[in-house]
């Protein structure tokens, strides 16, 4: 790989954290001059040759001054399995860098993910089953699923917090070659944070509405010339803005060992600690919107009433969410050569959910009305209480290398490996005993100190576990400066093992005959095996130096329980062990753009992803085929850096016209659109900095109009309207160590849903107009 001198922001394949915003922030304010004789010091044992060391080096000035730069540009991804700057990878890729979610106050995963046009919390779950943690859909898909730590995927319907993430990288389109099974639209990686030379210690403490109190820290401490200690810890305990009793309390503890920094060997060891106990939100009836009608045709005047308070709470103070979660993770990285670096992966990771949110249905059945004149005698049952009792694991060993090879005139930038992985999914049956059940909560005026809810292990539970064996090849083909072709093929060989034992007579189990009603018996006992081969072809053309063109084909495969390591025996799920993998291909033409001396990147791609294998119910027999075929097409733009020094800009636009190609209709109104997606969606995040040395900025959600799925319900909404919200920062240097920040969200108090369920009953309201206050340090 060729040495690119002019490259601003170069990050090594062999560090396990790009680290944009320490390196850049340092040679902001310590000045070019100063800067480039420290990274030719840095990089003395490798200046000859042109190997991987060579071309992506870095210097590692320290934490001083973390967090004082503006820039969000990141050329190139934290995975050895990307050779390429982002520039001239064949792919619609996004980085969030940490800068980024400082300046924005994001404290999760899903907060992260608002800079990513298009990816959010769209869909609240079915009637009883409320949807938890970062349940994203990306391009029309669920991806839940397919969210990595470093590399490594990472089980659980948790929130993430960002504490210790250095940045997040948002692959969109099949991502099967890189990670295995994935979803249709692509893939989300969390790159931890990683001790580096230097000392330094960096943090923040923030109180803002809703109660929200947070703080944060992060220690780096040389241990000598070539090892480094690095801490980064977290304490959150809050309320949610506009939302009546929901909590959010937690903690976390980060501490890592980095040894051989500089030298040809280095060796991370990471631990992550976090524990959560929230009291989680439900959300709230949709009676009163846009597009309600009565559920009960016999008392239409509900169709009529007066929209219930947003903040309302439903659930009741016995409602929890607790998590505990665990990763151990060593990285061991070789250069053997200037050309060629081993990195080897492995981790064991932990996470315990215990969950209960009493959820509601405000059908004809659950929204009682005694005095149809009198509004505030109507109430609403709370009879879906909502167990969820998990733990999952995960025992994975990746060994993977890079190498720089030329051959008659082409240069092969190779990137390869192995994975061997251990998934494990066990879930404890929760339910409600002796007919026990929360009293009804009254619609308008809900009161949340109640009890009469017995509950208990029922004796089911259920086991699944996929173990896998990967390996996997990449090669970016240089045939000149103008021409390029990258290639990458994946082989995974699966096995999925699952069990269970369930209560007889509930839905999708066997009957109860002549045992009595809830009886415990064999449930699903069955597994499921085969090989998943992905791969992408991508072609580059390069006009200029600073830019490229591009045409890419790629390939992906999710077989069943690929998601949750659950099989199923009913015949309309997807995760039933007689189907085959769903299927993704995706066709994308796109072209980047470095501008203004690199310092700002612009892409457009047009893209096409199409999914087959899906599941579709036969009109005459009734019974379900793979014959189904689903379709998201359009367009994506983006422009990430710095228009001046003083100017940072991170936007994206994209339109998605997701659509049933070929199947049963999945949105309520009956057409051919595909639910939880808008039509198009548009972000942006903006800052300027003041010559006094303030810092303003500010930023733009567009998301546009979004259907529901369909199950029959009566008198929903169909869909939710499309919604504009504008944020504000402002930042200003109190002392050489101490900023102050002020971020208001919703600057302009817009009432939307962020997220609605799939019969229509509930919803989740925008947060509305709040603010937080941060101090911001560094030493």
């Known amino acids: 790989m060729a040495f690119i001198t002019s490259r601003k922001h170069p990050v090594t394949p062999h560090q396990p954290q790009p680290g944009s915003g320490l390196f850049t922030a340092a040679t902001l304010f310590t000045g070019l001059a100063l800067a480039l004789p420290a990274m030719a010091a840095d990089l003395a044992p490798f200046t000859a040759g042109s190997g991987p060391q060579v071309a992506n080096a870095r210097s590692l000035p320290g934490v001083k001054v973390e967090a004082t730069t503006n820039d969000y540009r990141v050329d190139r991804l934290s995975s050895p399995k990307f050779t390429q700057p982002l520039l001239d990878t064949t792919q619609t890729i996004s980085v969030i860098t940490k800068e980024l979610l400082q300046q924005q106050g994001a404290a999760t995963l899903t907060e992260a993910l608002r800079n990513s046009p298009g990816v959010g919390t769209f869909y609240v779950g079915e009637n009883g089953s409320t949807t938890t943690g970062d349940s994203i859909y990306m391009r029309g898909f669920d991806t839940s699923g397919s969210i990595f730590v470093d590399g490594v995927r990472d089980l659980g319907s948790i929130s993430r917090d960002v504490f210790n993430i250095e940045q997040v990288e948002v692959t969109k389109g099949p991502a099967g070659t890189d990670n295995g099974r994935t979803s249709p639209s692509g893939a989300v990686n969390l790159v931890s944070k990683q001790p580096q030379s230097g000392n330094g210690i960096s943090g923040s403490i923030g109180y803002g509405s809703g109660q929200r109190q947070r703080a944060t820290a992060d220690w780096n401490q040389a241990l000598g010339e070539q090892s480094a200690f690095r801490l980064n810890v977290m304490g959150q305990d809050s309320g949610m803005p506009g939302r009546d009793k929901v909590e959010n309390r937690r903690w976390g503890v980060a501490p890592s060992l980095a040894f051989g920094l500089k030298t040809p060997t280095r060796v991370y060891l990471d631990f992550l600690h976090v524990k959560q106990n929230n009291l989680p939100d439900g959300g709230v009836p949709t009676l009163g919107l846009p597009g309600y009608g009565s559920p009960d045709p016999a008392r239409p005047f509900i169709g009529n009433a007066a929209r219930v308070d947003p903040a309302n709470f439903y659930g009741t103070q016995a409602d929890h969410d607790d998590v505990e979660a665990d990763l151990v993770t060593a990285i061991v990285e070789h250069d053997v050569s200037p050309d060629v670096v081993l990195h080897n992966t492995t981790r064991w990771g932990r996470t315990h959910q215990d969950y209960l949110l009493t959820s509601f249905r405000g059908d004809a059945t659950n929204l009682l009305t005694p005095d149809a004149a009198d509004p505030s005698t109507w109430t609403i049952a709370r009879s879906l209480p909502t167990f969820k009792d998990q733990t999952n694991r995960i025992l994975t060993n990746q060994t993977h290398v890079t190498a720089n ?24 049956g929760l339910a409600a005993l002796n007919g026990s059940a929360w009293p ?75 045992l009595p009603a809830g009886s415990v018996l064999p449930g699903v006992d069955s597994g499921k095996s085969g090989n998943l081969p992905n791969y992408k072809l991508g072609v580059l053309y390069k006009p200029a130096a600073n830019g490229s063109v591009y045409a890419n084909f790629a390939v992906s495969q999710e077989p069943p329980g690929g998601n949750t390591l659950t099989l199923s025996a009913s015949a309309n799920s997807a995760d039933n062990p007689n189907l085959d993998p769903q299927k993704a291909r995706t066709i994308e033409l796109g072209t980047k753009w470095d501008l203004l001396d690199e310092k700002l990147l612009l892409t457009g791609a047009l893209y096409r992803t199409t ?127 101490v900023d102050l920040q002020l971020n208001v969200y919703n600057l302009f108090d817009r009432n939307h849903v962020a997220a609605i369920n799939k019969s229509g009953y509930r919803y989740s309201p925008g947060a509305p107009r709040s603010a937080m206050l941060t101090a911001n340090f560094r030493f």
Not at 405 to 428: F, M, Q
Not at 441 to 465: C, I, K, Q, W
Not at 621 to 647: C, F, H, M, P, T
């Open 611 to 737: 999914v087959s294998n899906e599941l579709a119910q036969d009109p005459v027999d009734l019974q379900y085929y793979q014959v189904g075929k689903k379709r998201v097409e359009g367009i994506e733009l983006s422009a990430v850096g710095k228009i001046s020094d003083n100017w940072a800009v991170s936007a994206g636009y994209t339109t998605m016209d997701a659509k049933v190609i070929n199947g049963s209709a999945v949105a309520d109104d009956g057409s051919a659109d595909l639910a939880y997606t808008p039509k198009s969606a548009f972000t942006a995040w903006t800052t300027w900095h003041q010559p006094f040395n303030l810092t303003i900025g500010g930023g733009a959600r567009y998301a546009g109009q979004m259907k529901r799925g369909t199950d029959g319900a009566v008198g929903t909404p169909a869909f939710t309207g499309a919604y504009w919200v504008f944020d504000a920062m402002a930042s200003y240097p109190v002392h050489e160590n």
């Open 405 to 428: 090879v030329d051959t008659g005139g082409i240069t092969h930038n190779l990137s390869a490996g192995i994975e061997l992985t251990r998934e494990k999914a066990g879930t404890v």
């Open 440 to 514: 009804a909560a009254n619609l308008y005026h809900p009161n949340a100190d109640v009890g009469g809810l017995v509950h208990g292990r029922t004796g089911a539970h259920s086991e699944g576990r996929t173990d896998t064996a990967a390996g996997y090849l990449f090669d970016t083909l240089k045939f000149n400066e103008q021409w390029q072709v990258n290639a990458g093929m994946r082989l995974d060989h699966y096995t999925t093992d699952f069990s269970s034992m369930v209560i007889c007579g509930a839905r999708n189990s066997p009957a109860c005959g002549a």
